[in-house]
């Protein structure tokens, strides 16, 4: 079973609501990633990072941002959240980069109003 | 970039009956990854192939990777309701200057009839 934590699981917020989803591996992998999945449709790399202070832009333009301070933590935010925000977040994190499998979170589905 | 297409889309078999879901690469894959996704939750990583022709088993699931390295299958054996779910197959991205993460396929929705 995968140590990847994402708090919270839910949360429902406001328009300009400043918010940070949590994701906390206790693996000591190197890599870790944010997907992006609406329902229904596929995942879609937003984030990710080689290791602490190492942060880089995904596939999929994001309004989000990432930190990377300690090894077991990446943490995702949005300064302003917006109705286009409504989704669910992935984290994942793996221990080298091509050629090893990546262990996901639960997910967060977060939904602005 | 890398596009993975997977089919069918959805599926819905009898409890009992074998089924196969197929994953396409426009390019050659270096690494091909089967995971489940239960619906709303996180995905649980199923097989790892990285070799041409190779194939791997665990319990009811098979993974095969084509010699060619462009196509992966999945096949399942005598189904379950616990198989229910999101099928989705990810590659490791190889695109020069592309990001380095995971690419995946849209998914193939799993129902299972009892």
């Known amino acids: 079973e995968a140590d990847i934590y994402q708090t919270p699981r839910y949360l429902v917020i406001g328009t300009g609501k400043k918010i940070t989803l949590e994701c906390s591996q206790t693996?000591?992998?190197?890599?870790m990633y944010w997907y992006q999945q609406d329902p229904g449709m596929e995942l879609h790399l937003i984030h990710y990072?080689?290791?602490?202070?190492?942060?880089e832009k995904g596939d999929l333009s994001s309004e989000s941002t990432v930190s990377r301070i300690r090894t077991e933590h990446f943490p995702l935010t949005l300064e302003s959240a917006r109705p286009s925000h409504t989704s669910q977040y992935l984290c994942?994190?793996?221990?080298?980069?091509?050629?090893?499998?990546?262990?996901f979170g639960q997910g967060t589905r977060l939904t602005v109003v | 970039s890398q596009e993975l297409e997977q089919s069918p889309q959805s599926l819905i078999v009898q409890e009992g009956k074998n089924l196969t879901i197929n994953c396409t690469s426009s390019?050659?894959?270096?690494?091909l990854y089967w995971y489940k996704q239960k619906y709303g939750e996180g995905l649980i990583f199923l097989m790892m192939?990285?070799?041409?022709?190779e194939e791997k088993s665990h319990e009811k699931i098979t993974a095969k990777l084509d010699e060619k390295k462009q196509q992966s299958s999945l096949h399942i054996t005598a189904s379950q309701p616990s198989h229910a779910g999101i099928y989705l197959c990810?590659?490791?991205?190889?695109?020069?200057?592309?990001?380095?993460?995971?690419?995946f396929g849209k998914g193939t929705h799993l129902i299972i009839q009892p």
């Open positions: 390019k050659t894959l270096y690494g």
């Open positions: 990810g590659a490791d991205s190889v695109t020069e200057g592309g990001a380095d993460g995971l690419t």
């Open positions: 693996m000591g992998h190197d890599k």
């Open positions: 994942a994190s793996s221990l080298h980069g091509g050629g090893t499998e990546a262990f």
């Open positions: 990072s080689y290791g602490v202070n190492s942060t």
């Open positions: 192939l990285q070799k041409g022709g």
